[in-house]
Each structure stands twice: as C-alpha cells, then as structure tokens.
C-alpha cells in the first residue's frame, strides 16, 4: 500500500510492514543463497553442464573433469547436500544426477 511520506524522503513510498511482507522467510533465503552458492564455481558449473544429459558415475565425471578424486568428490558432496544432485549407489560406484532437471534453464536464463 502506497503511503505518503515526510519531506526528508521520496514522495511515495511503501511501509516497511508492506515490504516486510514481499519478503521470502529467512530460511527460505537463506537456502536459495547455499544453492546459489554451490553453483558460484566453475568446476560445478561444469559438472550441472554434464549432468544435463542425464545420470553418469562418478568415474565417468572424474574423466571428463581434469581435477583430482579428492576435488571432485568435494563439489559433488556440496551439491548433493544442497539439494542441486542426487545420488545412488551401485555396487562401489555413486552415480549422480540432476536433482531438479529445470536448473539448466534456470542458470541459462539467470545468465
């Protein structure tokens, strides 16, 4: 609701309850900042990137990403607990794919 204000500010303004209530709960933003923040890096960016065609074991990511296991496995376990990965395993192997399949199109448009 527009409200009129002092002359020490603009014309119109919103109250702050009005705003207050636009506003996402802090959880919520917090979670999208850990999301955002486990996608802020190149090396996952990649991994999101070879993820779109679907599931693939980690050592097939391991050949396609030029880091070391001990890397690898790091940006997978910040995704998966961000909820951006899943993941199963099989037998010795874990294999990981796109928790949500519309984040590609979500980074393209943010992009």
């Given at each position: 609701m527009a409200v009129e204000n002092s002359?020490?500010?603009?014309?119109i303004t919103y109250s702050v309850?009005?705003?207050i209530k636009t506003l996402p709960s802090?959880?919520?933003?917090?979670?999208h900042a850990a999301i955002l923040k486990s996608l802020a890096d190149p090396t996952?960016?990649?991994i999101i990137y070879l993820l779109k065609n679907?599931?693939?074991?980690?050592?097939?990511?391991?050949e396609v990403i030029d880091?070391?296991?001990s890397t690898v496995s790091h940006h997978l376990n910040m995704m998966k607990k961000e909820g951006v990965l899943s993941a199963r395993k099989q037998g010795k192997w874990i294999y990981y794919?796109?928790?949500n399949e519309e984040i590609i199109q979500s980074l393209e448009k943010l992009l």
């Open positions: 002359d020490e500010c603009c014309e309850e009005d705003l802090d959880e919520t933003l917090e979670n996952r960016l990649k679907g599931e693939l074991c980690v050592c097939q990511i391991l880091k070391s296991q794919k796109l928790a």
